[in-house]
DNA sequence: GCCGGCCCATGACGCACGTCATGGTCGCGA
DNA sequence: TCGCGACCATGACGTGCGTCATGGGCCGGC
């Protein structure tokens, strides 16, 4: 029996995911949670064999949560599903010991399939994520670029950006000039929305 | 019984639901979509008596879906379930004539609950998205304001926007600004981020 | 008929921003 | 050790953008 614990912040999807499991008997759901520290919780109470996280979780990331959830729980193998897979969160989601990695879009026999395959030790991710990544390749920006690109995406100004950043408002615009050139962007804005397309940032 | 169309882009998801609604014996999923057109064809096809829609689909809105299902199957009424409701998007859909309106993160006891109910003839919207769809209000943007600011979205130069829009550039920016204002915006990107927010554009 | 709101346009002003050149400090690999 | 690239900073230049004033054409309501 494989146990398996379920973290979506979408109660419906959650519950419906986990009907889905039920249906196969040799996988329980030992535990569910709306949340990533909710999930740690879980986690270091059930132990479970595998978990299956959303990309993205209310509090963090998904993918720095498996990270943090296999140091936690050595036993047990991460899988992440998502609505709309990026490239880069894929390759982020490798880096950081994730086995497993699918879009929402696939069958739903693929989704026991791959509890199992990550549970005997395997790993599976999505064939065509995959060949996206692969002909994406990596992230052009330095992390410092990422990092100001990423306070750049709510629209903020220059100074604001600054400020955040401890950094000479002059610096914030090199970076970003730098940042835009990289992604053939003609301004920052255009280049966040490419950096996030890609899943760079 | 109650016969139910599912039309949802994600398998995934999409069959869980199924397999959710499935556990009621008075609930019986007679088709399942993966798009709009499908979701249309199969109405056609199997005539049920409620349809659970996504909110977005890859061909189309699932708003406008709903309408032009109310006319091509009369006896249908339609549920909208949705990851992340916005207010506006909520009022766009009542206009069409929805019956039901609820965020994915609802309880899953609540979406049999709520098919029943419209098949009966009555309504539902989910409670908190109701009160933030009141208090939001309509948008403040005049209908030209709204298309400009979709326009500007994906951070292109004014410039651009005036060509696309068959407009002079002074204009455009008279609009944006106007638009920024009335949103309480200091540019246009945070005003694309706040219109967004409220499901405006 | 007149007023008010929306739409479109033009022009001017000033600041924010994008771009470039330059220079300094680190850390790393050849 | 030297060279290279990332990182930070400064300054200057030109332009894109936000803002305001102004004005004309069009419709709908008082």
Redesign the interface.
Known sequence: MIRVLLAD?????R???A??LA?EDDLEVVAEAASATEALAMARAHTPDVAVLDLQLPDRDGISLAAELAAAVPGCSSVI?T?HGRPGHLKRALEAGVRGFL??????A??SAVVRTVHQGGRYVDPELAAEAISAGDSPLTPREADILELAA????VEEIAARAHLSPGTVRNHLSAAAAKLH?????????EARRHGWI
């Open positions: 912040d979408e109660n419906l999807i519950s419906a995911l009907a889905l249906l599903v609505g879009p929402k879009t696939v069958n739903a693929v989704l709510g629209g903020a100004p962007a003609a301004n920052r804005h255009a280049a966040v929305a």
